[in-house]
């Protein structure tokens, strides 16, 4: 059945027995879509709506219009899907083998993006094994003869709290960092979920596991972890080189170093990943020109190219001038170099370039001529530490 087909479900139908049996089912049929875990939780996240309110109010969502404009729904998922009772929670691997994070962010002359993005885009993916889910959760219910249930799956996109729900539903706590983290397969995962209104039995959380630890707290090149598992939006470089539609403010732009389009700072630090599993789903495996990419090269990219590179990648939808603007930011914190300096005078010229590129171009050209006639580069000292934690911590992934 399509997954919006509303039928009033009967599944009250089922016995106590049968609901845990199907769960059980639910739990190996999201193993075979290869899902990392699934869990079940109630839709009751009341305790989240002042903290998510509190968040809005101090402005933490920045230009990220989305986040304000359904008002509570978020944590209301039976608004967002009316008849759901149960959420079935699920979460998928993404870490690239090769990750090379060490490595990446000590050269200041290769852009550093985010792990999550040099593969595939995950939503249509994992809402697709979603779908799938639901599908053979309906096949069951056909052969127990229990009618028909009523299910939606949705990644990231909709107006869900999806970490407080995939910590109900028991797969993992949540980190200082603001992230779910799991004890044996630490943070690298994407989150996605099934809406359903089958009384499923509910998962339990597990006890929270970060301790004393402030790692990430400590490392984040912008501060914007502003409190334990308090992220204040507007800081993180996720925001500003992703979410942010305008000018990147100046406070940050030597902060973010050579992060070109996201940053994954908070969880190279944490020791949780240490035994974090590499992804099974080699659509999430970096794509060849995204692995350890000169920061020139990119530039270079002229928009068709840009489009056909990032095609069905999670980094096309910032387009192609919000990429140059990311990446005249990193080059204005690379070493000083006349061939950056050639580079980034040349697009200033071309008529591939609004105001917002050329504006972030000039700060660029500031930097590197001041930098010419000073000193030799080095990361800044938090980048340091990330970089000898990564290379300690995650040797295999450094
Ligand atoms: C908006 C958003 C962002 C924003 C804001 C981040 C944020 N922390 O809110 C920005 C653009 C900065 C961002 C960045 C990233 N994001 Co994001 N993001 C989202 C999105 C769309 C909504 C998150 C949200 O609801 N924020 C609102 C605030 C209020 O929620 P919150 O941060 O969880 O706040 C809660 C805590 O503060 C808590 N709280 C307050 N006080 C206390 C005290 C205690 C003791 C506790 C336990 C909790 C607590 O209550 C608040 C309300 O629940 C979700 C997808 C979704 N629909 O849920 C993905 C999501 C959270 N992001 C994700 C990812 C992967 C990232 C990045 C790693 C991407 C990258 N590499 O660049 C970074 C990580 C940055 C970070 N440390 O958070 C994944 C996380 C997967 C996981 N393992 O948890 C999600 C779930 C997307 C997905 N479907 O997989 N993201
Ligand atoms: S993603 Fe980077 S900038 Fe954002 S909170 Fe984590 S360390 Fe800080
Ligand atoms: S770095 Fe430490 S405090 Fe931060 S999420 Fe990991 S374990 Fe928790």
């Not at 993006?113 to 779908?131: F, T, V």
């Not at 973010?256 to 020791?271: S, W």
């Amino acid at each position: 059945m399509s997954e919006t087909a509303s039928v009033l479900s009967n599944s009250s139908s089922l016995t106590p027995s049968e609901l845990s049996q199907l769960a059980l089912k639910i739990k190996q049929w999201g193993k075979e879509l290869g899902f990392a875990q699934i869990g079940i939780c109630d839709t009751d996240l009341t305790e989240e709506e002042p903290k998510l309110q509190q968040w809005l109010d101090k402005g933490y969502h920045g230009d990220m219009g989305y986040m304000e404009a359904h008002g509570m729904m978020r944590a209301r998922p039976y608004e967002l899907h009316p008849g759901t009772i149960r959420v079935i929670s699920a979460r998928m691997d993404y870490l690239p083998p090769q990750a090379g994070f060490a490595t990446n962010l000590q050269d200041p002359n290769l852009a550093y993006i985010s792990r999550y993005a040099g593969g595939r885009d995950y939503h249509k993916l994992i809402r697709n094994r979603l779908k799938h889910l639901g599908q053979r959760i309906q096949a069951e219910l056909d052969t127990l003869d229990a009618g028909k249930t009523n299910f939606r799956p949705f990644v990231d996109s909709a107006p869900i709290l999806e970490r407080p729900l995939a910590d109900k539903a028991g797969l993992g706590w949540t980190g200082k960092h603001s992230l779910l983290l799991n004890e044996d397969a630490g943070s690298w995962f994407f989150l996605g979920e099934l809406l359903i209104d089958l009384p499923l039995p509910v998962d339990i959380p597990v006890k929270e596991g970060c301790n004393t630890c402030v790692a990430c707290i400590k490392s984040c090149p912008t501060n914007a972890i502003v409190a334990p598992y308090i992220v204040d939006g507007r800081r993180c470089i996720s925001y500003l080189t992703i979410e942010l539609q305008g000018a990147i403010p100046e406070e940050f732009r030597s902060l973010i170093g050579n992060r070109i389009y996201g940053c994954d700072d908070c969880q190279l630090v944490c020791p949780v990943n240490s035994k974090a599993p590499l992804t099974i789903e080699s659509d999430f495996h970096t794509r060849d020109l995204l692995k350890q990419p000169k920061l020139l090269t990119l530039f270079n990219w002229g928009e068709a190219e840009f489009l056909k590179i990032t095609e069905g990648s999670p980094i096309r939808r910032i387009g192609h001038q919000r990429w140059l603007r990311n990446i005249a930011v990193a080059l204005g914190n690379a070493p000083a170099s006349q061939a950056i300096i050639d580079a980034l005078e040349l697009r200033k010229q071309s008529d591939e370039v609004n105001e917002l590129v050329i504006e972030h171009i000039e700060w660029a050209l500031i930097q590197q001529r001041e930098r010419l006639v000073q000193e030799t580069f080095a990361p800044n000292r938090k980048t340091q530490r990330v970089i000898r934690s990564v290379e300690k911590g995650l040797p295999r992934d450094a």
